[in-house]
Protein backbone atom coordinates (compact mmCIF):
# COMPACT_ATOMS: atom_id res chain seq x y z
CA UNK A 1 0.00 0.00 0.00
CA UNK A 2 1.40 3.55 -0.56
CA UNK A 3 1.48 6.09 1.90
CA UNK A 4 -1.19 8.47 1.91
CA UNK A 5 -0.59 12.00 0.47
CA UNK A 6 -1.72 14.60 2.73
CA UNK A 7 -0.33 18.14 1.09
CA UNK A 8 1.55 19.21 4.64
CA UNK A 9 5.66 19.40 4.95
CA UNK A 10 7.10 16.76 6.41
CA UNK A 11 7.96 18.76 9.65
CA UNK A 12 3.84 19.29 9.93
CA UNK A 13 3.63 15.18 10.66
CA UNK A 14 5.84 14.91 13.51
CA UNK A 15 4.93 13.79 17.00
CA UNK A 16 5.21 17.00 18.90
CA UNK A 17 7.36 16.50 22.62
CA UNK A 18 4.96 17.34 25.02
CA UNK A 19 4.41 17.22 29.04
CA UNK A 20 2.15 16.03 30.89
CA UNK A 21 -0.08 17.62 33.94
CA UNK A 22 1.21 15.15 36.33
CA UNK A 23 4.87 16.40 34.89
CA UNK A 24 4.15 19.74 35.47
CA UNK A 25 3.34 19.28 38.67
CA UNK A 26 6.42 16.93 39.63
CA UNK A 27 8.75 20.43 37.69
CA UNK A 28 6.46 22.48 40.35
CA UNK A 29 7.35 20.45 43.42
CA UNK A 30 10.77 20.30 42.53
CA UNK A 31 11.00 23.45 43.01
CA UNK A 32 13.22 24.87 45.74
CA UNK A 33 15.25 27.64 47.18
CA UNK A 34 14.32 31.42 47.31
CA UNK A 35 12.20 31.47 44.27
CA UNK A 36 10.36 28.59 44.87
CA UNK A 37 7.07 30.43 44.52
CA UNK A 38 8.46 32.60 41.15
CA UNK A 39 9.49 29.80 39.63
CA UNK A 40 6.20 27.10 40.04
CA UNK A 41 4.42 30.56 38.64
CA UNK A 42 6.78 30.93 35.54
CA UNK A 43 6.20 27.07 34.85
CA UNK A 44 2.42 26.87 35.46
CA UNK A 45 2.16 30.29 33.61
CA UNK A 46 3.81 28.42 30.82
CA UNK A 47 2.03 25.64 30.62
CA UNK A 48 -1.53 27.14 31.48
CA UNK A 49 -1.59 29.73 29.12
CA UNK A 50 1.24 28.68 26.48
CA UNK A 51 3.04 32.32 25.98
CA UNK A 52 6.35 32.19 24.66
CA UNK A 53 9.00 32.35 27.35
CA UNK A 54 10.02 36.29 26.29
CA UNK A 55 5.80 37.54 26.62
CA UNK A 56 5.71 35.70 30.13
CA UNK A 57 8.77 37.23 31.19
CA UNK A 58 7.85 40.26 29.77
CA UNK A 59 4.46 40.55 32.18
CA UNK A 60 3.67 42.88 33.64
CA UNK A 61 0.52 43.87 37.13
CA UNK A 62 -1.01 45.72 33.28
CA UNK A 63 -1.09 42.64 31.49
CA UNK A 64 -3.20 40.61 34.14
CA UNK A 65 -5.99 43.39 35.42
CA UNK A 66 -7.03 44.51 31.61
CA UNK A 67 -9.80 41.70 31.44
CA UNK A 68 -10.87 39.26 33.84
CA UNK A 69 -9.69 36.00 32.73
CA UNK A 70 -7.23 36.99 29.97
CA UNK A 71 -4.02 38.49 29.08
CA UNK A 72 -3.28 41.43 26.73
CA UNK A 73 -0.19 40.06 25.00
CA UNK A 74 1.83 41.60 22.72
CA UNK A 75 3.53 38.59 20.43
CA UNK A 76 5.83 37.77 18.15
CA UNK A 77 5.93 40.77 15.12
CA UNK A 78 4.05 43.21 17.39
CA UNK A 79 1.02 41.51 16.62
CA UNK A 80 -1.43 41.72 20.02
CA UNK A 81 -3.46 39.13 20.94
CA UNK A 82 -5.68 38.19 24.22
CA UNK A 83 -4.93 34.82 25.79
CA UNK A 84 -6.57 32.80 28.31
CA UNK A 85 -5.91 32.81 31.82
CA UNK A 86 -7.60 30.14 34.33
CA UNK A 87 -8.69 32.14 37.31
CA UNK A 88 -6.70 30.37 39.87
CA UNK A 89 -3.82 31.16 38.07
CA UNK A 90 -4.77 35.12 37.76
CA UNK A 91 -4.98 35.57 41.37
CA UNK A 92 -1.74 34.00 42.35
CA UNK A 93 0.00 35.96 39.71
CA UNK A 94 -1.24 39.19 41.04
CA UNK A 95 -0.72 38.52 44.53
CA UNK A 96 2.73 37.41 43.76
CA UNK A 97 3.16 40.90 41.73
CA UNK A 98 1.87 42.69 44.33
CA UNK A 99 3.74 41.11 46.81
CA UNK A 100 7.12 41.68 45.02
CA UNK A 101 6.57 43.51 41.96
CA UNK A 102 7.01 46.78 41.16
CA UNK A 103 4.29 46.50 38.05
CA UNK A 104 6.39 47.95 35.10
CA UNK A 105 9.00 46.35 33.02
CA UNK A 106 12.64 47.26 34.59
CA UNK A 107 15.76 47.39 32.32
CA UNK A 108 19.10 49.07 33.05
CA UNK A 109 18.77 52.32 31.05
CA UNK A 110 15.55 52.97 33.43
CA UNK A 111 17.83 53.48 35.95
CA UNK A 112 19.80 56.33 34.10
CA UNK A 113 16.14 58.16 33.23
CA UNK A 114 15.19 57.55 37.14
CA UNK A 115 18.06 59.01 38.16
CA UNK A 116 17.99 61.68 36.32
CA UNK A 117 14.44 62.67 37.30
CA UNK A 118 15.24 62.56 40.69
CA UNK A 119 18.82 64.77 40.06
CA UNK A 120 15.90 67.13 38.57
CA UNK A 121 13.70 66.86 41.55
CA UNK A 122 16.03 67.33 43.95
CA UNK A 123 17.92 70.81 41.56
CA UNK A 124 15.58 72.17 39.79
CA UNK A 125 18.42 73.11 37.53
CA UNK A 126 18.15 71.20 33.85
CA UNK A 127 21.13 72.66 32.65
CA UNK A 128 23.06 71.14 35.02
CA UNK A 129 21.28 67.64 34.77
CA UNK A 130 22.18 68.29 30.48
CA UNK A 131 25.90 68.34 31.53
CA UNK A 132 26.12 65.68 34.22
CA UNK A 133 24.51 63.56 31.52
CA UNK A 134 26.38 64.55 28.98
CA UNK A 135 23.63 65.58 26.17
CA UNK A 136 24.55 67.66 23.35
CA UNK A 137 21.35 69.24 23.39
CA UNK A 138 19.04 70.98 26.06
CA UNK A 139 16.20 69.02 24.05
CA UNK A 140 17.22 66.42 24.87
CA UNK A 141 17.08 67.11 28.91
CA UNK A 142 13.82 69.02 28.08
CA UNK A 143 11.66 65.48 28.30
CA UNK A 144 12.76 65.37 31.98
CA UNK A 145 11.33 68.17 32.84
CA UNK A 146 7.59 67.16 31.83
CA UNK A 147 7.59 64.42 34.39
CA UNK A 148 7.71 67.23 37.02
CA UNK A 149 4.37 67.53 38.33
CA UNK A 150 2.85 70.83 39.27
CA UNK A 151 3.16 70.46 43.07
CA UNK A 152 7.26 69.72 42.61
CA UNK A 153 7.66 72.42 40.84
CA UNK A 154 6.05 74.48 43.49
CA UNK A 155 8.31 72.95 45.99
CA UNK A 156 11.55 73.96 44.06
CA UNK A 157 11.03 77.57 43.41
CA UNK A 158 9.41 78.01 46.88
CA UNK A 159 13.16 76.82 47.86
CA UNK A 160 14.81 79.75 46.16
CA UNK A 161 15.63 82.29 48.63
CA UNK A 162 15.83 86.05 47.79
CA UNK A 163 17.90 88.79 49.99
CA UNK A 164 15.70 91.16 51.83
Do not use: W
Amino acid sequence: MLPMKTGLPGRALRLVPYLTPEEVKQLCAGCRGRQRERDTLLILLLFQTGLRISEALGLTVGHLSRQPGALEIVGKGGKPRLVACPAALSHRLKAYAFDRGLGKRVYPHLFRHSGAIERLRQTGNPRALQLHLGHASPLMTMRYLSTLTAEEALRINQGVRFED
